[in-house]
């Protein structure tokens, strides 16, 4: 198994930039895609972006793109959310989720970090 800690969450003003990071613990980090997903005050748990093992290949909510980007450091064990031009509609808690590249869903989750963007 696979232990997920986010950080890097906070109050922003609309246009600012956070840098949100998961650090992964336990098992190979390799073994695992990750994701970051987040979920809004009333609203159901949405995905944002996902990243495959070795970062070669990542994909994006179509809201996000071009805002966002996902990375990994293999070396670190470490997952980044790098969000910038943050608009009031991305205030979430934004969760880091982990599935073994041989599965489709996402078995792992981090307790989640708060992302607050001021109009």
């Known amino acids: 198994q696979v232990q997920l800690a986010e950080s890097g969450g906070g109050l922003v003003q609309a246009g600012g930039s956070l840098r949100l990071s998961c650090a992964a613990s336990?098992?190979?980090?390799?073994?695992?895609?990750f994701a970051w997903f987040r979920q809004a005050p009333g609203k159901e748990r949405e995905f944002v972006a996902t990243?495959?093992?070795?970062?070669?290949?990542?994909s994006y909510k179509d809201s996000v793109k071009g805002r966002f980007t996902i990375s990994r450091d293999n070396a670190k064990n470490t997952v980044y959310l790098q969000m910038n031009s943050l608009k009031p509609e991305d205030t979430a808690i934004y969760y880091c989720?982990?599935?073994?590249?041989?599965?489709?869903?996402?078995?792992?989750w981090g307790q989640g970090t708060q992302v607050t963007v001021s109009s």
């Open positions: 989720a982990a599935r073994y590249t041989t599965r489709f869903s996402y078995d792992f």
């Open positions: 336990g098992r190979t980090f390799t073994y695992y895609n």
């Open positions: 990243i495959n093992w070795n970062g070669g290949s990542t």
